[in-house]
């Protein structure tokens, strides 16, 4: 005789209790994390909890007088919402008000000073040559101005060192490291020199002006009003004064010749005098922030478009001809040098920006630069705290309505399905704390907050859940009804009722995802935890319900059919079999012979 083959669920029938070892696991994990972060509740939005508000004013620049619109405004309010928000889900508000305001309303629980940063930081990111670099604080009397004669070769004041073109060296995989630490005295040639058409390494620069410049070195000893005004404010700027940092090259142009700081180590800055911008912050595909293997340093690798890709490759085969620092380039961010590599050979699709770089400030770099610059400048007009008052009366309001919705529920589930409901209250507590540890989590991991739509997406999912257990329950209830006991019924009525729960579902999840794509703000907080209670739901009722239920089936008190069970036979409307009962043999009269 064969032997009869073996269900696809005697696996999971005879050993129930793996399932349940691996949720009990999954939720020690979430519980234990929650203690090795030391975040016991989950973080709470602005309308819940309070937060800052901070409402920045645009403001106009030379040369722009129509710049502040409605279209770049829009823009920007769009770009600081995703700068300050990360994944969306942050609740951070930002709303533009009036014609040059943007109000940002950020959730106390955020690191509200890098969120300011980020708020703050226009991101306008160019490359440009260097001509001549210096020490950061003011120098003597001639000190820090070669003379006109002076030669790209020359010293400037005291012996230049090598080391900042050592350790801003690009690399040769078409990486650009940006370590830049220029010495303490004047490098290269003089700002008068260094301004003359040789000096500007433009891509787009014919060489005939560069010759007749290298012919006559000293035909104009005495430099030009623009020239000798650069010279000046170069020698006299000290990078050490903040107001002196921000103000030195303000109003300047990309084409400009400009001035510039940049920080070199903690309390160590170098001045430069630096030629028009070549590239720019749009030609930059992404960015991202890395650990160097090599220096074992966080850095932030730049991927260029297909046009900044030439436009870089240009600029770097002409400075990589030049004498140092001739042959540097300085990644300008908001007018400040972030570094100042050196080029020796030709680059052209990546380019890389090292420096004093922690974790998070190559992070935040990296999220500006892929998000783009702002198309205005602003600066900060106001910090405001928010209280969060009316939010925690609808909050209040909203745990009540919560609590009724349960307790419906829960009555609900008792009268009918009466043994039933332990297992349906199980799942929901274990639902429950799934849900709690995860929100816990992902405050401090993603920026997750929860606010008002969020906890109403919440209170649906518990109707979602419920309704998980009676489709499976029905299942179980049908197969009793066409004669089945208990066990092959639990065991029968899931495939059919795990169909229908992972079809119910999915429908749930995507119209979550949709939702969460589609809009913006606190809406994105509903959209979001309705599909993360959904993923639950089904995580639940595999790992849990099932298995409790199977387990649970083996006992005589729903084997039996106990009344109280939920499972009763009778209560279900099952009609015993009739037994046909033998008719009494009568007597058979002997045979007569």
Request: net charge positive.
């Amino acid at each position: 005789m064969a032997t009869p083959k073996k269900s696809r669920g005697a696996g999971a029938q005879s050993k129930p209790g793996r399932a349940l070892s691996l949720i009990v696991i999954v939720m020690v994990a979430l519980v234990g994390g929650m203690f090795i972060s030391g975040t016991f509740t989950p973080r709470l939005g602005i309308d819940l909890a309070g937060g800052t508000s901070i409402t920045l004013q645009a403001k106009n620049e030379p040369g722009k007088p129509n710049a502040i619109n409605k279209t770049n405004m829009d823009t920007a309010a769009d770009i600081i919402n995703r700068r300050v928000n990360g994944m969306g889900v942050s609740e951070a508000e930002v709303q533009t008000q009036g014609n040059d305001n943007i109000i940002v309303n950020i959730p106390r629980g955020t690191n509200q000073k890098q969120a300011r940063e980020q708020v703050g930081t226009t991101a306008q990111l160019y490359f440009r040559p260097v001509l001549t670099v210096a020490a950061g604080a003011p120098a003597a009397d001639n000190s820090a101005s070669p003379s006109p004669s002076a030669s790209s070769g020359d010293k400037a004041t005291g012996k230049p060192t090598d080391k900042a073109t050592d350790k801003a060296e690009e690399k040769a995989t078409d990486g650009g490291s940006a370590s830049a630490t220029p010495s303490a005295t004047s490098q290269g040639r003089a700002v008068t020199d260094g301004l003359k058409a040789d000096a500007t390494p433009s891509a787009g620069a014919s060489d005939k002006p560069s010759a007749k410049a290298s012919d006559k070195p000293a035909a104009s000893p005495k430099p030009d009003k623009a020239t000798a005004a650069l010279q000046k404010k170069f020698t006299e700027l000290d990078c050490t004064d903040k107001a002196a940092r921000t103000t030195v090259n303000e109003g300047a142009k990309p084409s400009d010749t400009i001035i510039a700081c940049g920080e070199d180590n903690p309390g160590q800055w170098s001045k430069y005098v630096l030629g028009p911008s070549e590239v720019n912050g749009k030609d930059v595909k992404k960015s991202q922030a890395v650990i160097n293997q090599q220096s074992a340093q966080w850095v932030v690798n730049m991927e260029f478009t297909g046009s900044g890709s030439k436009k870089f490759a240009a600029i770097t085969s002409k400075l990589s001809a030049q004498q140092s620092p001739m042959n540097q380039f300085a990644i300008v961010l908001d007018g400040d040098v972030v570094s100042a590599p050196s080029v020796r050979t030709t680059l052209s699709s990546n380019a890389e920006i090292s420096g004093n770089f922690t974790q998070q400030s190559a992070q935040d770099l990296a999220n500006v630069l892929s998000y783009g610059a702002l198309p205005l400048t602003f600066h900060e007009q106001s910090v405001t705290s928010v209280t969060a008052a009316l939010g925690g009366e609808q909050l209040h309001a909203g745990l009540i309505a919560g609590a009724i919705g349960l307790a419906l529920v829960v009555i609900y589930l008792v009268v009918y399905y009466r043994g039933l409901s332990l297992v349906a209250l199980a799942s929901l507590l274990t639902s429950a704390l799934l849900t709690y540890t995860l929100m816990t989590l992902l405050g401090p991991a993603i920026g997750f907050a929860l606010n008002l739509p969020a906890v109403c997406g919440a209170i649906v999912a518990i109707g979602i859940t419920a309704d998980s257990f009676i489709v499976f329950f029905e299942r179980i209830r049908d197969e009793i009804r066409e004669g089945r006991t208990v066990r092959p019924a639990v065991e029968r009525a899931w495939p059919r009722a795990r169909r229908t729960i992972l079809v119910s579902d999915f429908v749930s999840f995507l119209a979550a995802a949709v939702l969460y794509i589609v809009t913006v703000g606190k809406v994105q907080g509903f959209a979001f935890t309705l599909g993360l209670t959904t993923l639950l739901d089904v995580v639940v009722v595999f790992l849990f319900t099932k298995p409790l239920m199977t387990i649970l089936a083996r006992g005589k008190f729903f084997s039996g059919g106990h009344k109280w069970s939920g499972l009763d036979p009778k209560r279900l409307g099952v009609q015993p079999p009739l037994r046909r009962t033998r008719r009494a043999a009568r007597p058979v009269d002997p045979k007569e012979a």
